[in-house]
Structure formats: structure tokens, C-alpha cells
């Protein structure tokens, strides 16, 4: 029998927010659904942001693999060269074996020129498709072996929208935007302006936006149509991911840019309503797997629930994502219920989303999770993909100066080692977590520099002498 397969990506979920990692969130569905499923600890993400994170899901190849990453002259990927970008279209084994060093040679196994949705198809899957994300969309290429792919919009969208976004820019909030006009005595645009403001959030406050943002509608649509079995389906929801309430645009630009910290009390703020987010995202969830279990097709579905990456709360003096390795960007959540609640003996070791392919691969031959969990994983960094709004212009050179790095990240033993290739710098050597003394773990840290040196390949990566 074909089994069906799952896969719901929480775009900007960080797994210890969640109190089945530990965390603040109350989440009483997923502590529930685990009970029936697999839960992995050691879960991280290949790249902090969305794009290159989804494309190692969809491809099992890392950033340096694939080549879609940011970099210091592409502040954001050219999407119409996502073909020619990609280094390879296979669906192979991680290059890292059980040892987790690079052999160089791909496995014999692989299924050439296929991604995971286009493989599946060829075995006959129905393959469909729903993002709450425009960077993970047909517009994207994302939808190449999906027999349909929805992208939908989290924000609510108005003929008055343009208007507010004109608005923005004199201000954060209709109290600053009304200094700037009074200021420049543009008093008609006043009423123009806090007109189309005040209607923007009452339609945002009747949509519930931005606490939801486009669970219900997503849910609507698996709902209403047709999971015909054997079935792929992929659904990104966007939830966890920035705005928040009480997010201030101004702000977060002010500390991105050097000009004014971000207080750590907003901070904190901001946390708070992540962590709502996390708790209003398990109702979300629930009504999903609710609706699985309508249409008759829970038992027989491999569901794996999963993120892309986290978010930071200047837990290291930076906010929201991208362009650092820290745990809290690419620490993330794996929740497996295999099919007719399957479990398999938990192994020792580090799972990542480039494992994810093989996993399904082997899970609807009838194996096992093997292909999941291996002795280290790997994340990698290239840049920043923000682009500064032209009133920032003048901070481009402190920018560039600061987040332009080239980084990579490797976890093995229960240790981490980030090295800024750029610079040729450790920026952290951890065990479980906290500091490791680079004296006491000497041969460690020379173990785990070796092994980014080899996953480093031929890039112009500086590791540090050890």
C-alpha cells in the first residue's frame, strides 16, 4: 500500500518556544498529537532564512550544494534564474554519511533530475501544493511536480493599501505621521492618510491580522477539495513569522541599521506575542489534522510537521531572522506521526531538512526513519537579504560591515562550532549549549574545524587554525 505523505512547514517557528521542546507556548494539541508521533530533539534548520531552507527540503541538498543563497552582490535571488541557480535537480543521500564526513560522491541510489514532489508524482502521487509564503510559490518555482500549487497572501490586501504603505513612510504610527504632515503643512493629506489607516485595522482587526494569517484560509482549502490517495501535499503556514502585535517597522529598521538599539523591553514585548503566536498556531494545526481525520486519510498519512528556521529576540543583540547561525534561528521543531502511528527506536545524532527527502523516499518504501537522524548537521549562512528602504541609504556601509559574513555552522556531539569565514574567526564553540572551554575541548574543536573544512569544499571559506 502507498502511504500518503504530510508535510506542514511553520514558517519562523524556533523549537524551544514550544512547551513540548520546554518552551513558554502553551500548545495542548501538539503535546497531544506527539503522543502518536515521533518527536526529534536535535532538528536544524540548513540555512536561517525561508528561501534556501526550502529548497534543501524540497532538493536534500545543503546551501553550498544547491548554490540559492544570498550573497554580498544579490541582496535578494533573482527568482527567474531559480533553475539555472540550482547546481543540481537530484534527490540524493546527504553527502555526510553516518560519520558525517564528505565522500564527494553521490549516492547510487539517487533519483536524477527529480525533487521530492516530482518523484513522488512519477510513483503515481496526487501532489498538491498551498504557501502562505510569496518566497515559497509557483513565482518562485516551487511548484515544478505539484499538480497544483495555491499561494495564498497572509496580509489583507485593499484598494486603500497603496495609500497606507505611501503613509508608512512618514512614520510608524498615525500620531507620527501626523507631526510630519502638520510640520510640512500638508494638512488635506491628513484626513487622506488617517482615513485610509483607521480602515486598514478595522479590516485588519475583523480578519484577526495579524494574529491569523491564512491558517483558516489554507484549512478551507484542503478542506473543500479533494485529497485523492496516493497523495503528496505540502502546506507552509505563515503564522509564527513577523508582524506581530505592536510590531514597529521604524524600530526594527532603527536597530537593523545602528541608529537606535532596540529596547529590551519591546524586545521582550515582541517575544510575548511570538509566543501567542505559537499558541493561536496550535489551534491552526489542530483544525488541519481535524480535517485530515474528516476526509478519512489520517492513519495512512506520514505527517511531519516542521519549520524552515527560527526567530531571534536580541537574544544575541539581534532581532527576527537570517544572516546568523544562532540556536535560536536554526533550532527547530520535528514532529513525525508516521503511518498507523509507526515508531522506531530513537537514535543518538543531529536531523536536518535535507534528510527529509530520503526519509519519505524510505518511509513509502515501507522502511524505517534511519535516513532522518545523523552523527552531525550542518547550517550555513551567506549575508543579510535585507534591502534597505532609501531613508536608511546612508547606512549601507555599517550594514555591509556587519552582517556581509559568510558563516557556517556544524553540531556533532552534543557540541556547535560556528566559524565567520569571512574573517576567519569562532564565533561559537558550545557544548549542550553553553560555552566550551576551547583549552579542556581542544580536540574537539580541532575535530569539528576539520569537518567544516571538508563541508566547505571549494568556497573561498577561511577556517581558523586550532
Known amino acids: 500500500m502507498a502511504y500518503n505523505v504530510l508535510v506542514i512547514v511553520c514558517d519562523t517557528l524556533r523549537a ?23 518527536v526529534y530533539n536535535n532538528c536544524i534548520a540548513p540555512s536561517p ?26 541582496k535578494l535571488l533573482d527568482i527567474t534564474d531559480f533553475h539555472k541557480e540550482l547546481k543540481t535537480d537530484s534527490i540524493v543521500e546527504s553527502h555526510f554519511f553516518c560519520t558525517g564526513k564528505f565522500t564527494g560522491n553521490i549516492n547510487s541510489a539517487q533519483m536524477k533530475g527529480e525533487r521530492i514532489a516530482e518523484y513522488l508524482s512519477r510513483r503515481g502521487y496526487n501532489t498538491y501544493g498551498i504557501s502562505n509564503n510569496i518566497m515559497v510559490s509557483p513565482y518562485t518555482y516551487f511548484d515544478k511536480g505539484f499538480d497544483s500549487f495555491f499561494s495564498l497572501d497572509a496580509e489583507p490586501k485593499t484598494n486603500i493599501h497603496n495609500l497606507v504603505s505611501e503613509a508608512k513612510k512618514f512614520g510608524s504610527g498615525m500620531g507620527d505621521i501626523i507631526k510630519v504632515l ?14 485610509a489607516w483607521m480602515k486598514i485595522k478595522s479590516i485588519n482587526k ?42 514597529d517597522p521604524k524600530e526594527t529598521w532603527e536597530n537593523f541599521t545602528g541608529v537606535k538599539r532596540i529596547t529590551s523591553k519591546k524586545a521582550s ?21 481535524k480535517t485530515m481525520k474528516k476526509k478519512g486519510v489520517y492513519d495512512d498519512t506520514m505527517i511531519i510537521i516542521t519549520s524552515d528556521h527560527g526567530q531571534a529576540f536580541n537574544e544575541h543583540n539581534y532581532m527576527f531572522h537570517n544572516t546568523y547561525l544562532y ?5 527547530i521543531p520535528m514532529i513525525i506521526k508516521y503511518p498507523k502511528n509507526k515508531k522506531f527506536e530513537k537514535r543518538p545524532g543531529y536531523q536536518s531538512l535535507v534528510n527529509v ?33 532609501n531613508i536608511y541609504r546612508d547606512r549601507k556601509k555599517y550594514v555591509k560591515q556587519k552582517y556581509e559574513k559568510m558563516r557556517k555552522a ?57
Do not use: C
Open 410 to 466: 556544524v553540531y556533532r556531539d552534543g557540541f556547535k562550532l560556528v566559524v565567520n569565514g569571512t574573517d576567519g574567526i569562532i564565533e561559537e564553540f558550545t557544548k549542550d549549549g553553553k560555552d566550551a572551554d576551547p583549552q579542556r575541548f581542544g580536540q574537539k574543536l580541532k575535530e569539528l574545524t576539520e569537518e567544516l573544512d571538508i563541508f566547505k569544499g571549494s568556497e573561498k571559506f577561511k577556517t581558523p587554525p586550532v
Open 269 to 289: 514585548f515582541l517575544k510575548r506575542q511570538y509566543v501567542k503566536e505559537a499558541e493561536y498556531l496550535d489551534l491552526a494545526l489542530e483544525r488541519l489534522i
Open 16 to 38: 524551544d518556544i514550544l512547551s513540548l521542546y520546554g518552551g513558554a507556548a502553551k500548545t495542548p494539541f501538539l503535546n497531544s498529537f506527539s503522543r502518536s508521533a515521533m
Open 206 to 247: 475583523a480578519m484577526n491580522y495579524p494574529i491569523e494569517k491564512g491558517s483558516i484560509l489554507t484549512n478551507n482549502l484542503i478542506s473543500n477539495g479533494k485529497l485523492e490517495a496516493p497523495f503528496f501535499s505540502f502546506i507552509n503556514l505563515f503564522e509564527m513569522h513577523e508582524p506581530y502585535d505592536g510590531y
Open 182 to 195: 502638520l510640520k510640512r503643512g500638508q494638512l488635506k493629506d491628513i484626513i487622506k492618510y488617517a482615513g
Open 357 to 389: 527527502p530520503k526519509l519519505i523516499h524510505e518511509t513509502v518504501e515501507g522502511g524505517d526513519d534511519s535516513a532522518l537522524t545523523k552523527e552531525s548537521a550542518f547550517s550555513e549562512a551567506y549575508g543579510s537579504v535585507t534591502i534597505l528602504p
Open 327 to 331: 540556536d535560536e534561528l536554526i533550532r
Open 49 to 74: 532564512w525561508t528561501y534556501p531552507s526550502h529548497v534543501s527540503l524540497f532538493t536534500g541538498l545543503y546551501s553550498s550544494e544547491h548554490g540559492v543563497h544570498e550573497t554580498e552582490k544579490v
